[in-house]
């Protein structure tokens, strides 16, 4: 298939299953289950650590400078993410002293990442298809935090953090432009960037199931 149809109908059919998991959470009221801005900012942490984990691993085994690098940036864009996350916390006056946001292990997703050997699967599944999760996460995350007058945490997502997210998600859209070229590549990007949105919906459902989270950010 010709590359750019490629990731245009890969795109297409993310989109299809990103739209389930934002139909999963726009059905849960504000006042509904367990919301708060500093759980919520808790669990961002878990995702922000395992971002930046996941993509610190896989510079290391990547054989192209460009995605090493690519992947290097995201490392200090998580890494950023999770100081400011932190010091919203604490202006919120919640105190991490001894807070491990890893406690209690990782997740399926950040387990089933670490699978991944192939350049062409790490970008699908990663880049292009964990960030744009994120993005959904996060404006849902936005908007219930204007919902409760939160203006300083809803400023902080939009201005900075959803917009290297969008960073990340165009990086991994340009890189799978260079190196999805084969059907079996193509392929194999398909099938990376099922399992992490499957993988993404089972954790929603785990989160409301086990303890009436929804909405929380990140992925």
């Given at each position: 298939m010709?590359?750019?149809?490629?990731?245009?109908?890969?795109?297409?059919s993310?989109?299809?299953?990103?739209?389930?998991?934002?139909?999963?959470?726009?059905?849960?009221a504000?006042?509904?289950?367990n919301?708060?801005?500093?759980?919520?900012?808790?669990?961002?942490?878990?995702?922000?650590?395992?971002?930046?984990?996941?993509?610190?691993?896989?510079?290391?085994?990547?054989?192209?400078?460009?995605?090493?690098?690519?992947?290097?940036?995201q490392v200090g864009?998580?890494?950023?993410?999770?100081?400011?996350?932190e010091?919203?916390?604490?202006?919120?006056?919640?105190?991490?002293?001894?807070?491990?946001?890893?406690?209690?292990?990782?997740?399926?997703?950040?387990?089933?990442?670490t699978?991944?050997?192939?350049t062409?699967?790490?970008?699908?599944?990663?880049?292009?298809?964990?960030?744009?999760?994120?993005?959904?996460?996060?404006?849902?995350?936005?908007?219930?935090?204007?919902?409760v007058?939160?203006?300083?945490?809803?400023?902080?997502?939009?201005?900075?953090?959803?917009?290297?997210?969008?960073?990340?998600h165009?990086?991994?859209?340009?890189l799978?432009?260079?190196?999805?070229?084969?059907?079996?590549?193509?392929?194999?990007?398909?099938?990376?960037?099922?399992?992490?949105?499957?993988?993404?919906?089972?954790?929603?459902?785990?989160?409301?199931?086990?303890?009436?989270?929804?909405?929380?950010?990140?992925?």
């Amino acid at each position: 298939m010709d590359i750019e149809t490629f990731v245009k109908e890969l795109e297409a059919s993310n989109n299809e299953l990103l739209d389930q998991l934002r139909a999963m959470d726009a059905r849960k009221a504000f006042g509904e289950g367990n919301l708060d801005v500093r759980n919520l900012l808790k669990i961002a942490l878990k995702n922000e650590i395992e971002a930046a984990e996941i993509a610190a691993r896989w510079i290391e085994t990547t054989p192209q400078v460009e995605v090493k690098l690519a992947f290097a940036r995201q490392v200090g864009d998580e890494a950023k993410h999770y100081r400011l996350i932190e010091q919203r916390l604490k202006e919120l006056g919640v105190d991490l002293t001894g807070f491990d946001p890893l406690a209690q292990g990782y997740s399926p997703l950040f387990q089933y990442l670490t699978t991944l050997t192939d350049t062409v699967e790490r970008v699908a599944a990663g880049q292009f298809t964990r960030e744009s999760i994120a993005l959904i996460k996060n404006q849902q995350f936005i908007d219930f935090c204007e919902s409760v007058g939160d203006q300083a945490t809803a400023s902080l997502y939009r201005d900075v953090i959803q917009q290297d997210e969008r960073f990340h998600h165009e990086l991994g859209r340009r890189l799978l432009l260079k190196y999805a070229l084969t059907p079996e590549q193509q392929e194999r990007a398909r099938r990376a960037a099922a399992r992490t949105l499957e993988l993404a919906e089972e954790l929603q459902d785990l989160a409301w199931t086990k303890a009436r989270i929804h909405h929380a950010p990140g992925c």
